[in-house]
């Protein structure tokens, strides 16, 4: 197995991710995913939750086995706390094991707007602007502001040691079919330079809180990966399409 094709797979945990949290509520769930690219699968995880007063824990897990083999595991975490009308993350933490081996930690102080963020090799830290977000924080806003109509799809989101502007837009409402079933979706794209080659894709359930449903994405390589939902509970409640 190519180092390539495993990073393919690592690159999922950084781009699919969504929920919605609204009011004092809370759609929570637990989602299972299979990554596919080039005959290759693997199994991702992701769960939403309350974990303490207002406060919530995005988690994603993804999983790549050969020959019964575990060769990669990612594990992401985002907490972040529900304010009056936005949210506002508290920490960040992604590890990967196996083959390839990383990690990255990210935490926000508020007061003094300044993140520390910790990787293998260094500690730096980087001055945090008016709605800054991680990696998986930012899809939460994302999506809220998806279901209430609002026009801001675009965000400070801390990539690596720097805050790089995340931009997107809803394209389309459309009918999919999952092996759940078939789901009425909002298809949404995320916005590149207009040179890159880079596309990434996903739809999400409207009848469902805006869970996501399937992620289709293309490399700068050219290289296409297929994320798509095979199971899972949405407030305990087993999540089905129609037939």
């Not at 988690?59 to 990612?74: E, K, M, P, R, Y």
């Not at 008016?130 to 990696?135: A, K, L, V």
């Not at 409207?206 to 996501?212: P, T, V």
């Amino acid at each position: 197995m190519k180092i390539l094709t495993i990073k393919l797979f690592l690159v999922l945990t950084s781009i699919v991710f969504f929920s919605r949290v609204f009011g004092n509520g809370i759609e929570s769930y637990s989602i299972h995913y299979i990554a596919s690219t080039n005959g290759i699968e693997a199994k991702a995880l992701r769960s939403f939750t309350l974990v303490g007063d207002g406060i919530f824990q995005i988690s994603n897990h993804l999983q790549l086995d050969i020959a019964g083999q575990i060769v990669a595991t990612v594990n992401e975490t985002s907490e972040i706390k529900a304010l009056q009308n936005s949210f506002s993350p508290i920490n960040y933490s992604i590890l990967q094991t196996g083959l390839m081996k990383d990690s990255l930690t990210i935490d926000y102080d508020w007061g003094k707007r300044l993140a520390t963020i910790k990787n293998s090799d260094e500690i730096s830290s980087i001055n945090l602007k008016i709605n800054t977000f991680d990696q998986l924080s930012h899809q939460v806003v994302l999506q809220d502001n998806i279901s209430k109509e609002k026009a801001q799809l675009s965000f400070n989101v801390i990539d690596k040691d720097k805050i790089i502007e995340y931009k997107y837009r809803i394209l389309e409402k459309e009918q999919i079919t999952t092996p759940l079933g078939d789901f009425k979706s909002i298809k949404v794209e995320r916005i590149y330079e207009e040179d890159s080659r880079q596309k990434t894709s996903f739809w999400l359930a409207s009848d469902l809180n805006g869970i996501l449903l399937r992620m289709s994405q293309t490399t700068s390589s050219g290289i296409n990966i297929m994320l798509e939902i095979q199971g899972g509970t949405l407030n305990g409640t087993p999540i089905a399409g129609s037939n």
